[in-house]
């Protein structure tokens, strides 16, 4: 086993407990953070698995046949999920994103996807029900997940050139079966042409792999209802070599496009949007609906801690606070331990009351994590 690989077992072992509070927390759908940020959208990683081997989540020096990923029981099932999910949307939850890893590798999502679908908020609306894959299984699985309850798909798309995309891929695999999938996922109703609610691609951009593809990728998807998302390449855990000279600042990205095809800035979707919006401009300067819209991810460049309202729930049943945590609060202790549901719920309160990580704000001015002998969370397992 490589030495780079025992601080991602040490780290998945090492956790927070998920301490019950002397004084109950009642779960009433108005819970903030020490900052005043409210707790409205859960990210949930199914599996720690991925059939790609992206460098910049998942080199493969690192996730090669050794790699000791989670043994099955380790994982919650998903009664557990279900069981927790529901405590969350009690809490004030009201969007779901199903992560990985590669969550179409967990064995009969559609299941999962089923009972999450029939949660319902506390004043009797449905979740926003999503899912993010890299699209390889999602031309034989999008009618499945559909008929499950799934409202919409983020797919991952780095490159439409296909040496480009397999070398970022590092398993060799075509583009050509991922826009198969995306367009299974359209032709399944997966949320192309839902106002608010569209089908999305993400594509991280890495300056120097594959800068030149931020045009192309544009073209082609402007006015297919489908929204086309450039996220900076992010400094997430310890394996990908991130580098700051390799970071595409996001406004470069916006100018680039402009040349070719005009942008006009557009307003935020909700409360914690992630992505500043472009949309495309028509002859007379105005946003055209029927030509789209892109959107820009600044992670790194702009961050965007005062507003983020998310949560994330690790394979395992740990609750992580930031995308750049270093340690997760054991929440399946509590479930398997015989937890009531308002204890779980109090102790999720508890945790979320306590949250004031910003740590894309003081990037800046943090140490390494050489210099402190910190180590983030691998976005591989508690998804992007």
């Known amino acids: 086993m490589s030495e780079r690989v025992i601080p991602l077992v040490d780290q998945r072992i090492a956790s927070l407990a998920a301490a019950i509070p002397a004084q109950r927390i009642v779960a009433d759908g108005l819970l903030s953070d020490a900052l005043g940020r409210p707790l409205s959208d859960l990210r949930i990683s199914v599996t720690d698995r991925c059939n790609f081997r992206c460098n910049y989540c998942m080199p493969k020096e690192v996730f090669d046949k050794d790699y000791p990923y989670l043994p099955h029981g380790a994982l919650l099932s998903f009664e557990e999920i279900t069981r927790t999910a529901k405590l969350f949307v009690a809490h004030g939850v009201r969007k779901i994103r199903l992560t990985g890893g590669e969550p179409l590798l967990r064995k009969n999502i559609e299941v999962l996807i089923g009972q999450l ?56 695999f075509p583009v050509a079966d991922v826009l198969e999938g995306i367009e299974a996922a359209r032709a399944a109703g997966l949320g192309a042409g839902e106002p608010g609610h569209s089908l999305k691609i993400n594509m991280v951009v890495k300056r120097g792999t594959n800068e030149h593809e931020i ?36 406004a470069e990205v916006v100018r680039m496009i402009h040349a070719e095809l005009p942008l006009v800035q557009l307003d ?26 892109i959107g820009v991810i600044s992670s790194v460049t702009q961050a965007f801690c005062r507003d983020c309202n998310r949560a994330r729930l690790s394979t395992e049943g740990k609750l992580y606070l930031c995308l750049f945590a270093g340690q997760g609060h054991d929440l399946r202790a509590l479930i398997r331990g015989g937890a009531s549901d308002e204890d779980i719920a109090s102790a999720i309160g508890a945790i979320w009351q306590g949250r004031s990580d910003r740590y894309s704000e003081l990037r800046a001015s943090m140490p390494t994590d050489a210099g402190t002998g910190a180590r983030r969370v691998e976005m591989s397992y508690i998804g992007g």
Do not use: C
């Open 117 to 172: 679908a029939a949660l319902r908020t506390p004043d009797g609306q449905p979740l926003d029900l999503t899912l993010t894959t890299n699209g390889s299984l999602l031309a034989r699985k999008a009618k499945s997940l559909k008929a499950a309850g799934l409202k919409r798909v983020t797919v991952s798309l780095d490159g439409l050139d296909d040496a480009v995309f397999r070398a970022m891929n590092d398993v060799d």
């Open 215 to 250: 045009p192309r990728m544009a073209r082609h998807f402007q006015g297919t209802g489908i929204v086309l998302r450039f996220i900076e390449y992010m400094d997430v855990g310890a394996t990908n070599g991130w580098r700051m000279d390799e970071v595409l600042p996001s």
């Open 268 to 293: 935020p979707s909700a409360p914690g949007e992630t992505a500043e919006r472009w949309g495309y401009a028509d002859a007379s300067g105005r946003h055209d609906p029927a030509l789209g819209e």
